[in-house]
């Protein structure tokens, strides 16, 4: 099915990894200590943004008076904490697998770079990846092009022979802003 591509690029959260629930977990405790709480469905919307971005929609939302770079790094000690007990890969993953060895493949994920090698890592993962490109390689975020453009020079890909498996708006937009084509895995 995807033999016409030169290259796969994978979203990790929600794509191939099933982070979510810990991630949303670790918001509400983070949240807790300044009396804020997140809408589920405005979470939904920033899917693929990096972790400040989302801290910044809250303290918004909030009219509250805190640095998003801050609360963002309370969130991710947070996280830290929980994923490698609570995170399992998706059924998706079984494509990673079946490709493995017949096309390059890459990571391009809104997480920091070291929870993305830690989880990739830990479940044994790590090793199907030529590349990961995590929030802290770009300076432009999804729904920019950039993570997925640096997944391809760093697979020595054109970015039009790649194919993106995505969870997220923001990550397909940013997937077509790249010229790539795209898979949304919420449709399979």
Same mark, same amino acid.
């Given at each position: 099915?995807?033999?016409?591509?030169?290259?796969?690029?994978?979203?990790?959260?929600? /794509?191939?990894?099933?982070?979510?629930?810990? *991630?949303?977990?670790? !918001?509400?405790?983070?949240?807790?200590?300044? =009396?804020?709480?997140?809408?589920? @469905?405005?979470?939904?919307? +920033?899917?693929? &943004?990096?972790? !400040?971005?989302?801290?910044?929609?809250?303290?918004? &939302?909030? @009219?509250? #008076?805190?640095?998003? *770079?801050?609360?963002?790094?309370?969130?991710? @000690?947070?996280?830290?904490?929980?994923?490698?007990?609570?995170?399992?890969?998706?059924?998706?993953?079984?494509?990673?697998?079946? !490709?493995? =060895?017949?096309?390059?493949?890459?990571?391009? /994920?809104? &997480?920091? &770079?070291?929870?993305? *090698?830690?989880?990739?890592?830990?479940?044994?993962?790590? @090793?199907?990846?030529?590349?990961?490109?995590?929030?802290? *390689?770009?300076?432009?975020?999804?729904?920019?092009? #950039?993570? $997925?453009?640096? %997944?391809?020079?760093?697979? =020595?890909?054109?970015?039009?022979? %790649?194919?993106?498996?995505?969870?997220?708006? $923001?990550?397909?937009?940013?997937?077509?802003?790249? =010229?790539?084509? #795209?898979?949304?895995?919420?449709? +399979?």
């Amino acid at each position: 099915m995807y033999e016409r591509y030169d290259a796969l690029i994978f979203d990790m959260d929600g /794509t191939i990894l099933d982070t979510e629930p810990t *991630h949303r977990k670790a !918001w509400r405790e983070t949240l807790t200590r300044y =009396g804020m709480q997140f809408d589920e @469905q405005a979470m939904v919307a +920033l899917n693929g &943004s990096p972790t !400040w971005r989302i801290a910044q929609a809250i303290i918004e &939302s909030h @009219q509250a #008076d805190l640095d998003p *770079h801050l609360l963002a790094k309370e969130k991710t @000690q947070a996280v830290r904490a929980m994923l490698l007990e609570s995170v399992r890969p998706l059924p998706l993953i079984e494509v990673v697998k079946e !490709w493995h =060895g017949r096309r390059p493949m890459a990571v391009g /994920t809104g &997480s920091e &770079s070291d929870i993305a *090698h830690m989880l990739l890592n830990h479940l044994g993962l790590l @090793q199907y990846f030529t590349a990961v490109v995590a929030a802290d *390689h770009v300076k432009n975020h999804k729904p920019f092009p #950039d993570t $997925f453009l640096l %997944c391809a020079e760093l697979m =020595g890909v054109a970015p039009e022979k %790649c194919v993106v498996f995505e969870d997220a708006d $923001f990550g397909l937009e940013a997937a077509r802003a790249a =010229g790539m084509a #795209d898979v949304d895995v919420r449709l +399979l």
